[in-house]
T-cell receptor
Framework: AQKITQTQPGMFVQEKEAVTLDCTYD???????LFWYKQPSSGEMIFLIY??????QNATEGRYSLNFQKARKSANLVISASQLGDSAMYFC???????????????FGKGTKLSVIP | DTGVSQDPRHKITKRGQNVTFRCDPI?????LYWYRQTLGQGPEFLTY????????KSRLLSDRFSAERPKGSFSTLEIQRTEQGDSAMYLC????????????FGDGTRLSIL
């Protein structure tokens, strides 16, 4: 089974509108972390936001927020007030295990290509 | 800005040749990771280092691949006898857990095998 599932290969959003990118995950580990990265066409992976499995509040970073629904095992990324520069691939990733142990390796989904329309 | 630096950005080589990539992590980061990303996929974990010790390797890392991190600073990833299937983007990341869980990535090295 896929550990990270991103069901939207591509999404379009009008500039200045909000958009939600879906991510569901699968783990039996009670301790895990969820990450979102942005990858522009130039190739670099840019860290956006992090949510720990024990965090009570949904994470927010500027225009990015993470809609964390633990029971549903979903960690959707919400981008508010979309800008043309938001056009990129977006990857959801998970780190399983305790923060003080383990390799911290990330398991990535296949990504969602977001296109912002002027 | 002293982010993660990778060299070269692009490498084109003939099948059967050896290639070596370099990664310079963020200076205070003790963990260094290598990932491989093929077209249309997310990155896949290859290996990681805690300081100079290589502590985990993925099954993706065949015996043609070797990685080192002498003195716990920069790292090199070598691929011997390259094959067509090795064509991919090779990404390096560093982190400093548990204080900072996020992995900071370099721009990657894009390898093309002719």
């Amino acid at each position: 089974a896929q550990k990270i599932t991103q069901t939207q290969p591509g999404m379009f959003v009008q500039e200045k509108e909000a958009v939600t990118l879906d991510c569901t995950y699968d783990t039996s580990d009670p301790s895990y972390g969820l990450f979102w990265y942005k990858q522009p066409s130039s190739g670099e992976m840019i860290f956006l936001i992090y949510q720990g499995s024990y965090d009570q509040q949904n994470a927010t970073e500027g225009r990015y927020s993470l809609n964390f629904q633990k029971a549903r095992k979903s960690a959707n990324l919400v981008i508010s007030a979309s800008q043309l520069g938001d056009s990129a691939m977006y990857f959801c990733a998970m780190r399983e295990g305790l923060r003080a142990a383990g390799s911290y390796q990330l398991t990535f989904g296949k990504g969602t290509k977001l296109s912002v329309i002027p | 800005d002293t982010g993660v630096s990778q060299d070269p950005r692009h490498k084109i080589t003939k099948r059967g040749q050896n290639v070596t990539f370099r990664c310079d992590p963020i200076s205070e980061h003790n963990r260094l990771y290598w990932y491989r990303q093929t077209l249309g996929q997310g990155p896949e974990f290859l290996t990681y280092f805690q300081n100079e010790a290589q502590l985990e390797k993925s099954r993706l890392l065949s015996d043609r691949f070797s990685a080192e991190r002498p003195k716990g600073s920069f790292s090199t990833l070598e691929i011997q006898r390259t094959e067509q299937g090795d064509s991919a983007m090779y990404l390096c990341a560093s982190s400093n857990p548990p204080a900072d869980d996020s992995q900071h990535f370099g721009d990657g090295t894009r390898l093309s095998i002719l």
